[in-house]
């Protein structure tokens, strides 16, 4: 019996090896791999030939775009300024969307699109007398940081451009270009000992009258002043730097209309924009005119005309010139905010500063560049005693949320009583209701 289990143990044991031999086959067709060879070489990617996947399989990342609304330029200054900073910027891609040229119809493309809070403009050039509008509504951002980020003050940038743009004590501009109101004079007629007064800026209203009235006909002139009074903003303009920044309204208004009554200005001035004043000066008609930069060049250009540069100087007004031109700022819904802010750094420091000066005969608004031989050889204007006088005192127009409302009311009351249908009490009264209380 004890045999017969042995033997039957030995059967099953055989046949259980058997079958565990039997499970290790593989179906007929199967190949199966050696496990000690490795795989061939060129099976698997050598890391010095593979691309480079940031040079070649990869499109370089686009620069993010900043928009710039801004009027077209007639001068190279603009395209230049755009090329620059592109060039040096590893991040952004500038580029104009230009506007209209007529300033009132570009207020009020930007006054829907900024009220629709709209991103569609990341930068936005502005005449000096929007920003305070803009600031009020919220439009645009304070810059006061940027300032500081880049080791700057409003000092170091004209000062009448910066005042045009700060807003309840905090700054929301920096300058695109300056302008300010200056006068031209016939330095061919006007004596020397007068020529210094005048160019020193140290003599008053009644002073300039009476020069006026003494040189009126000389040099083939007809009149002695024109400046501008049509009822415009032009008129605005005039009458802040007539009454000293409204510190003298009555007497800004009197002398104006003396220059009128006393047959010193041609007899339609109260048509006059900065246009026909320019005319007068270059066709000869007038020895004192009271305009902007922009007639300079047009001095300087290759046209003829009746007057040529070298029979021209300038010299500040008695209280001061009113600050026009244009500024810069960022959009406050803009979705490239850190893109703006460099542009605006670019467009508004040294570098896009000289360009703009360089290229376009544009102020800089960078105060160190009025020093700059390079840029004070572009513009004759820029050299002259008279107008560094000039620039070291402007004055601004108010900087006020509703500020067209504002000027409107004053062009009006200052017309009135220019042309004789009210009387100076009325027209001061009316132009002190306009103005903001301090």
């Known amino acids: 019996m004890r045999k017969r289990m042995i033997t039957m143990l030995a059967i099953l044991l055989s046949l259980a090896l058997v079958l565990g031999a039997c499970s290790t086959e593989e179906p007929e067709g199967t190949t199966v791999p050696e496990e000690t060879t490795a795989p061939a070489e060129t099976d698997a990617p050598d890391e010095t030939d593979a691309p480079d996947e940031t040079d070649e399989t990869e499109a370089p990342a686009e620069k993010t775009k900043v928009s710039f609304a801004v009027q077209a330029d007639s001068t190279p200054a603009l395209d230049a300024i755009i090329a620059a900073f592109n060039e040096q910027s590893d991040m952004y891609e500038a580029e104009a969307t230009i506007m209209s040229n007529d300033s009132g119809q570009m207020h009020d493309q930007l006054l829907n699109s900024l009220s629709a809070q709209s991103s569609e403009y990341d930068v936005i050039s502005m005449d000096v007398v929007w920003a305070g509008e803009f600031a009020a509504a ?37 300058p695109y270009f300056p302008d300010l109101g200056f006068i031209y004079y016939r330095s061919d007629i006007v ?98 005119a009271r305009n902007w930069p922009y007639v300079n060049g047009m001095l300087q250009s290759d046209e003829e005309y009746e007057v040529t540069i070298d029979q021209v100087e300038y010299a500040p007004l008695p209280e001061g010139g009113s600050v026009g031109g244009w500024l810069l700022g960022v959009n406050a819904n803009s979705a490239n905010k850190e893109g703006a802010r460099e542009f605006i750094a670019f467009v508004a420091g040294p570098e896009g500063q000289k360009i703009n000066a360089v290229e376009g005969s544009y102020l800089p608004g960078f105060d160190a560049l009025l020093e700059d031989e390079e840029v ?63």
């Open 376 to 438: 004070l050889a572009s513009n004759a204007l820029l050299s002259s005693t008279g107008f560094q006088n000039a620039l070291a005192n402007t004055i601004s127009r108010p900087v006020v949320p509703n500020y067209s409302e504002v000027s409107d009311q004053i062009q009006i009351a200052t017309h009135q009583y220019l042309s004789g249908n009210s009387t100076l009490e009325d027209a001061v009264a009316a132009i002190e209701a306009a103005l903001p209380d301090e």
């Open 191 to 288: 004596s020397e000992e007068d020529a210094t007064k005048l160019e020193s800026g140290e003599y008053t209203w009644d002073e300039l009258l009476a020069m006026g009235q003494s040189y009126q006909g000389e040099g083939g002139t007809d009149y002695a002043f024109a400046y501008q009074a049509m009822q415009y903003e032009g008129l605005t303009v005039n009458i802040n730097e007539f009454s000293g920044n409204w510190t003298d309204i009555s007497g800004g208004l009197e002398t104006m209309k003396a220059t009128i009554d006393n047959g010193l200005t041609p007899p339609d001035i109260l048509n006059y924009t900065e246009g026909e004043t320019a005319n007068a000066l270059l066709n000869g008609e007038t020895v004192f």
């Open 138 to 174: 919220g439009f645009i951002e304070p810059l006061d940081d940027l300032l500081t980020e880049k080791g700057w003050t409003p000092a170091d940038f004209n000062a009448g451009s910066m005042a045009s743009g700060r807003y309840a004590g905090r700054n929301y501009v920096l």
